[in-house]
């Protein structure tokens, strides 16, 4: 059976980011001005509080956020997202390098699980509980190391994690085999706008692509978060099939993202290659094309993700060991 | 906004005020019912409560609130003897839309819909259109959170009070800040109950209070369905910010001044699904009522009292 795996991860460069090497070619042209620096962060904002944390605060949460991302490009599917519940436990240091370390204690659930349009209030009724749950999806307690350096351009934070009980969530691997036989068929040619509609709605085939399309934008919004950013993927103006080569299921995706600080929404356009393999490293390769309302140039940047437990690894039942091999330019 | 009315006194003054904006248009006051005047009529002058929903267009779960508050507080006066109670001794000042003109832009089509300024054009060199509302109001105005770029979300205005909106509230509150006793201002996204004030290093002189209220509030919302929401001044729970309508309520004296950002947490975020509307405004009343019940029996105590005897 063939289960939906996204391993390599290519990004384009953004004009945060350094410049890419002369000799790349990107693998899409994406043509446009640049876009103006973002506002500067405000000096209070910058003074965030160091040692024990209240949870209930924001730089707590911005950094749970960021783990949060980073679970999901790890962990998220068509069928799997997931969203903070509630931080339990926070602390912050200075760190030698330059930067600051955020510890974390905090609670997750899956937005992905059950309707999309579930009243996700009853996952908060649980929250003083560790237990997996099936309403509203079950709620996983995860523990992070956030790093956010502190470099002359931006650069993206570091995460470790670890969150329990990930591999006893139920399995969704039959959904996303399904998904993929479904797409990846030659007369297959999706194309959708505005997910959500202006109301909230999101039809129930749209639904994958939709989570989908959070799972690709958390690989952007992991990057290019600070202590001064809390983002959240506000909507996908569109989503649009392209033609397949071989096995590969290739979708272009437009979303939305929303900054709250600034409460800027930022255009990103990506495209995402998926290859569904048994075995092999798979691959979904995300070019990123623009933040703001343009596009700037696009150049590559492999990121790699770890492989999904087949049918076979199942059966061991362990947390995959979770690397992040070292950015290949191309 | 129709029903079984008391006494609703369409206010020409701030509706004349709330004109303006997208082409310098107005709003036909017999068309647009911009805000209720609800309460029992009465030969004195009656302490009351302000609540605006929809100062950021996009928000559009705030409208749906006071939508549904005015509802619930008219459908319950007459068999409920708390609400019965409220009405003798308060006047509720509500107006469902403070940014018409960003309101209707954000319905206009999908490309339009995460809209959240106001519509006035930009002045000198600028051609973004729209002021940041909560971010116009003569209160630290410009001081932090805000921005200078006339295209950007937070754009404070090119002076303080440049929204005909922003004046309008601006000028009911001073005409009426010894009767306002509290003040609320409905916002999405995030679940936070936001206290005065948003500068990090002004604290409000009843912050102990307001902070005992507000967590009041979050777990009347609790109780309805289940849902968090947590309480504290912005810098602390969510940013820094300037020139907002509750820091000039806390102010100008009114002394129980509170944001709420309703649902969600940023799955939907500003779009929020129509099952989640009802559950959403349900909670949330249970807050607000919550606020406005503690500010009455401070200042109504003995009406209090003497109905447990």
Request: hydrophobic letters at 35%; aromatic letters at 10%.
């Amino acid at each position: 059976m063939k289960t939906f795996c996204s391993v390599w991860l290519l990004l384009s460069l953004v004009e945060l980011s350094p410049a890419p090497p002369a000799s790349q070619e990107p693998p899409l042209a994406c043509t446009g001005a640049p876009d103006p620096a973002p506002p500067q962060p405000e000096t209070a904002e910058d003074m965030a509080s160091t040692g024990d944390l209240e949870p209930t605060h924001y730089p707590a949460r911005r950094a749970a956020q960021v783990a949060l991302h980073y679970l999901n490009t790890h962990h998220g599917s068509p069928f799997r997202v997931f969203g903070l519940q509630q931080v339990h436990k926070a602390s912050a240091e200075d760190v030698a390098a330059g930067g600051r370390k955020y510890k974390l204690d905090f609670s997750v659930t899956d937005w992905g699980s059950g309707s999309a349009t579930m009243n996700k209030s009853s996952e908060e009724f649980f929250s003083n509980t560790t237990d997996v749950l099936n309403i509203a999806g079950p709620a996983l307690r995860c523990s992070a190391d956030v790093l956010f350096p502190r470099t002359e351009r931006h650069s993206a934070p570091e995460v470790q994690l670890h969150c329990e009980a990930l591999h006893q969530i139920n399995s969704t691997a039959q959904e996303e085999d399904a998904f993929y036989q479904k797409y990846i068929s030659p007369d297959s040619a999706v194309s959708a706008r505005d997910i959500p509609d202006s109301f909230g709605n999101v039809s129930e085939e749209m639904q994958p692509f939709w989570r989908l399309a959070r799972v690709a934008a958390s690989f952007i919004m992991l990057r290019e978060s600070s202590e001064n950013t809390e983002f959240n993927m506000a909507k996908v103006a569109s989503v649009t099939q392209q033609e397949s080569s071989g096995e590969q299921l290739m979708l272009e995706f437009v979303v939305l993202l929303h900054d709250l600080p600034s409460q800027v929404t930022h255009k990103h356009t990506h495209r995402l290659w998926t290859l569904m393999d048994t075995e092999a490293v798979c691959v979904l390769t995300v070019c990123v094309c623009s933040a703001g309302d343009r596009s700037v140039e696009a150049a590559g940047v492999l990121v790699s993700r770890q492989r999904r437990q087949g049918p076979a690894d199942r059966v061991a039942a362990q947390m995959p060991s979770r690397h992040q091999t070292p950015k290949l330019t191309l | 906004m129709k029903g079984s009315v008391i006494s609703v006194l369409v206010v020409l003054a701030v509706l004349d005020r709330l004109a303006g904006g997208l082409e310098h248009r107005s709003y036909d006051y017999t068309k647009y019912h911009t805000m209720d005047e609800i309460g029992f009529k009465s030969t004195t002058p009656k302490k009351a409560v302000w609540m605006d929903c929809g100062i950021h267009a996009r928000e559009w779960i705030a409208p749906a609130f006071c939508q549904h508050f005015v509802k619930e507080i008219l459908g319950s006066y007459k068999t409920d003897s708390n609400v019965n109670m409220l009405f003798k001794n308060l006047d509720f000042y509500i107006t469902p839309v403070l940014n018409m003109d960003g309101y209707i832009y954000s319905w206009r089509d999908k490309t339009t819909r995460l809209w959240r300024k106001s519509r006035s054009p930009g002045t000198g060199n600028c051609t973004c259109f729209g002021t940041d509302l909560n971010r116009n109001f003569y209160a630290n105005w410009g001081m932090v959170g805000i921005s200078r770029d006339c295209c950007s979300d937070i754009y404070n205005g090119p002076t303080a009070l440049s929204e005909p909106e922003a004046k309008a509230v601006t000028d009911f509150l001073g005409a009426h800040q010894n009767e306002v006793l509290c003040y609320l201002t409905i916002h999405s996204y995030g679940q936070l109950i936001l206290i005065p004030y948003g500068h990090p290093n002004i604290s409000a002189p009843n912050y102990e209070e307001l902070m005992e209220v507000g967590l009041a509030a979050a777990k009347a919302i609790k109780a309805v369905h289940g849902t968090s929401y947590k309480v504290g001044t912005a810098p602390d729970i969510l940013y820094a910010n300037s020139g907002t309508s509750r820091d000039f309520a806390r102010l100008i004296g009114i002394p129980y001044s509170f944001t709420f950002e309703l649902r969600d947490k940023g799955n939907y975020g500003f779009i929020l699904p129509e099952d989640q509307i009802q559950p959403a405004c349900e909670e949330a009343y249970q807050g607000a009522m919550s606020i406005v019940n503690y500010v009455h029996d401070k200042n109504f105590k003995s009406a209090a009292t003497t109905a447990t005897l």
